[in-house]
């Protein structure tokens, strides 16, 4: 079932796309905190409570409320086991949530309303004032999304969200926050047939419980466990590492780290900033040692919150790819080495195109394709094992790429 809509789709203050919102959520999440982090831990119990007690209130069905029972004791398991990372985040903590300081907004995606409050929090329930960890205001857009069938943009959400803001914890605190804000939406649904004052009503008692129990779907969800797998990718400039691995984030569901993104943040440069000339040399080996043990930590990091991870970078060095595999394979989890590949021809026209879209000389370009070229070190037989190669040429390489991952994983 969908989630009703707005009418009202003429452009407003405090209209968002997704782009513009993450931005805006990021800027919000790292310009605010709160002095009052001791009661942390405090404030996301109770919050559990209320949506717990005021749920359990509005049920009628004992099927309903057996669900409800092992969602709240998932959580307390789940909300102890996380106690120490919590903890370690109290400095991260905010005063309120993005929400209540933007009341009027909306998410918008190719002129539709898709949420009224743009990411779906509710301003009259408990938890919009902190302390509150980022990781609650973004559950609560990515629950919106994935209930109204967006889950595509859900994944777009998160990925781009964590490329900004560099919190590759974040995701292991998701579960709890996600299961936490659909009790949230459950109870609105719920309240909605209240509020009408007629129980009597067959239509809404069928319209209300169906939203209700969609809520408790995704939320048992949230709760399963999972195997992710760690998809790295290996190829030269204009191999279309970064067009394919963009594909997986849609499909799959992946984090896609990127090495340039994580190399320029390394030497504190934001992700979003314009190039600029900096007083070191942020492609010498030391440089680029540094840049993969942050991937290969951030990978671990999202592999562990059960996330399909995605490496795009050139990958050239045998030691380089084991530092990222042994990420995945030292949690038991599947690894794939997708070798991008296009022909000769193929690969200068990219890179002379690129430069030019970039407005850099061609030749420089060019010169450090050839670089990359002489120092890739080929594959061993133990790398063999897991290794597809790509031909980025094929009409339907992202559809192989899509599939073979899936293959792989079962």
């Not at 969200?161 to 939406?185: A, K, N, Q, T």
């Not at 290996?234 to 190399?263: H, W, Y």
């Not at 061993?380 to 980025?392: A, G, M, P, Q």
Request: charged content about 30%.
């Amino acid at each position: 079932m969908s989630q009703r809509q707005p009418h009202d789709t003429l452009p407003r203050e405090g209209d968002y796309d997704l782009a513009s919102l993450l931005l805006s959520l990021c800027a919000w999440h790292g310009e605010h905190d709160t002095d009052d982090a001791s009661c942390s831990l405090r404030a996301i119990r109770e919050r559990m409570n209320a949506e717990i007690q005021g749920l359990e209130l509005l049920m009628s069905g004992d099927e309903d409320r057996l669900r409800l029972s092992d969602l709240a004791r998932w959580l307390e398991e789940n909300i102890a086991r996380l106690e120490p990372l919590l903890s370690a985040r109290d400095t991260m903590l905010l005063p309120e949530s993005w929400a209540s300081a933007n009341p009027r907004s909306r998410l918008l995606d190719e002129g539709r309303v898709l949420v009224a409050n743009a990411i779906d929090r509710d301003l009259d329930g408990a938890g919009v004032d902190g302390p509150l960890d980022p990781a609650s205001d973004v559950a609560s857009l990515l629950v919106g999304l994935e209930v109204r069938d967006e889950g595509q943009l859900s994944h777009q959400a998160l990925d781009s969200y964590l490329r900004i803001s560099g919190d590759y914890e974040l995701p292991r605190l998701l579960p709890v926050f996600r299961v936490i804000e659909c009790l949230s939406g459950a109870r609105r649904a719920l309240r909605r047939r209240e509020e009408a004052g007629d129980d009597e009503q067959p239509a809404l008692l069928a319209e209300t419980m169906s939203a209700c129990r969609r809520y408790l779907d995704l939320a048992e969800r949230y709760t399963e466990f999972r195997f992710p797998p760690l998809v790295i990718g290996v190829g030269v400039a204009g191999s279309g590492k970064s067009r394919f691995t963009r594909t997986l984030v849609s499909r799959l569901g992946a984090i896609r780290l990127c090495s340039d993104v994580e190399r320029r943040r390394l030497h504190g440069i934001h992700p979003q900033e314009e190039k600029k000339d900096v007083p070191v040399d942020i492609f010498s080996d030391t440089a680029t040692e540094k840049t993969y043990r942050r991937l290969a930590k951030y990978a671990g990091a999202l592999l562990d919150a059960g996330l399909p991870v995605c490496i795009d970078g050139t990958c050239l060095k045998r030691e380089q790819r084991d530092l990222l595999r042994h990420q995945a394979e030292g949690r038991g989890l599947p690894v794939l080495l997708i070798s991008f590949e296009a022909d000769e021809a193929t690969l200068e026209r990219r890179i002379t195109k690129r430069a030019a879209r970039q407005d850099v000389l061609a030749e420089e370009s060019l010169a450090i394709l050839a670089r990359q070229r002489e120092a890739f070190e080929d594959f061993s037989d133990e790398e063999r094992l897991l290794l597809v190669r790509l031909d980025t040429t094929a009409d339907n390489a992202a559809e192989i790429l899509a599939g073979l991952i899936q293959e792989h994983v079962r």
